[in-house]
């Protein structure tokens, strides 16, 4: 792994080139800036190498805290690897997913007696609790380790290139747990910005799940990799998201598509922010109408583009004046792809068929599934 790969380098770079520069920020707090953030990485790598974690432990993160919790997503892959939870996951399938991630530790909130804990607590697995720092700027959090265990004299169970395990969603059976390494993040993420000229002067939104791919990857490091601002809000908190645009304090929103539903139908006339440049919907499809409604609705760009946990970006629609079709993906994002039918020969074009990518942003293979990685 190359240091132009490398998360904690880069952002390190980015900090001392722009210190003061805000990387995250929230409606309560005040915002968080990359020197500080800089300097909260190298703190808490220290602690968890003192308590034995490096590059290819996993550390399992299940806390409530998002402003925490996307801090956190920035600063622990220079530490460990991260790999986000929900964090209020259903007791029962909480001990089943930690024995498969074998995590050295797990993060959960200070006080908190989560199905997580006790998940943990019966696996032999160390607990460090974490919580957010009163006055502080917005995502600074402190952190104890609260219960040794055996896992901390596990070896690493990953390279040390990875620096998440991400987990799907679960709706095509039992969630799959995908590495994704520094050096897919940041190619993706230079990749996804270029395209959207998305740059310092931008502020995103976000308001998907920091522990799934839109909300981790395209919401938040994409755009803290191309040195602009995060503001992090409430999950599905579309009236919180509404006050940062008509505050004119976001230039892009990178979220569900049930989301831009919502927001569309909460605005029953005509709405123009001063910095809103575009939206791109996630986590599924909008259909043709409906981006013309809120093209028309909000006089901004609806980009459209195809994505997966595994893939990444795989295409991305061009921001005008480049055309843009309603109903399609845009182009290849720097990878190549093929449509192949079930007996995997190439469809004939206006056929349907099954994606196929290959490229810098796919990932090397599940993280406990031989069997399906071939």
């Known amino acids: 792994m190359s240091e132009d790969d490398d998360l904690g380098v880069l952002f390190a770079r980015l900090a001392a080139a722009a210190p003061h ?25 220290a602690e968890a190498a003192r308590w034995g974690l490096v590059r290819g432990d996993v550390l399992a993160w299940a806390v409530a805290d998002r402003a925490a919790t996307a801090a956190a997503t920035i600063m622990l892959p220079s530490a460990a690897t991260l790999a986000p939870l929900p964090a209020d996951a259903p007791g029962a399938s909480t001990g089943a997913l930690l024995a498969r991630l074998r995590p050295k530790a797990l993060a959960v909130d200070a006080g908190a007696s989560a199905a997580w804990r006790t998940a943990a607590e019966r696996l032999g697995i160390a607990i460090v609790e974490v919580a957010s720092v009163s006055g502080a700027p917005a995502g600074a959090f402190d952190w104890r380790l609260a219960q040794a265990a055996a896992s901390l004299d596990r070896a690493p169970t990953l390279a040390p290139s990875v620096a998440y395990v991400c987990t799907t969603s679960g709706t095509t059976g039992r969630p799959k747990l995908v590495p994704l390494s ?177 490229g810098p942003q796919v990932f090397a293979g599940y993280l406990d599934d031989p069997a399906l990685d071939a």
């Open 21 to 45: 520069a805000a990387v995250l920020d929230t409606q309560a707090r005040a915002p968080l800036s990359r020197s500080d953030c800089a300097a909260l990485a190298r703190t808490r790598a």
């Open 182 to 358: 520094h050096r897919q993040i940041a190619w993706t993420s230079r990749a996804v910005a270029a395209r959207l000229a998305v740059g310092p002067a931008d502020r995103s939104a976000v308001l998907t799940p920091l522990h799934l791919a839109n909300g981790m990857r395209t919401a938040l490091l994409m755009p803290a990799l191309a040195g602009a601002t995060v503001e992090i809000l409430g999950e599905a908190d579309v009236a919180a998201l509404e006050v940062s645009l008509r505050a004119g304090r976001v230039t892009f929103v990178s979220t569900a598509f049930t989301i831009m539903r919502d927001l569309v139908a909460r605005s029953r006339h005509t709405v123009r922010y001063p910095s809103l440049r575009f939206l791109r919907p996630a986590s599924g499809a909008l259909g043709a109408s409906e981006i013309g409604r809120l093209e028309s609705t909000f006089g901004v760009p609806v980009v459209a583009g195809l994505a997966t946990t595994e893939t990444g970006v795989i295409t991305q629609q061009r921001l005008p004046p480049a055309p843009r079709r309603a109903g399609a993906l845009g182009t290849p994002l720097g990878c190549e792809i093929r449509l192949l039918d079930e007996r995997g020969d190439e469809v004939a074009q206006g056929e349907v068929g099954e994606v196929h990518v290959r």
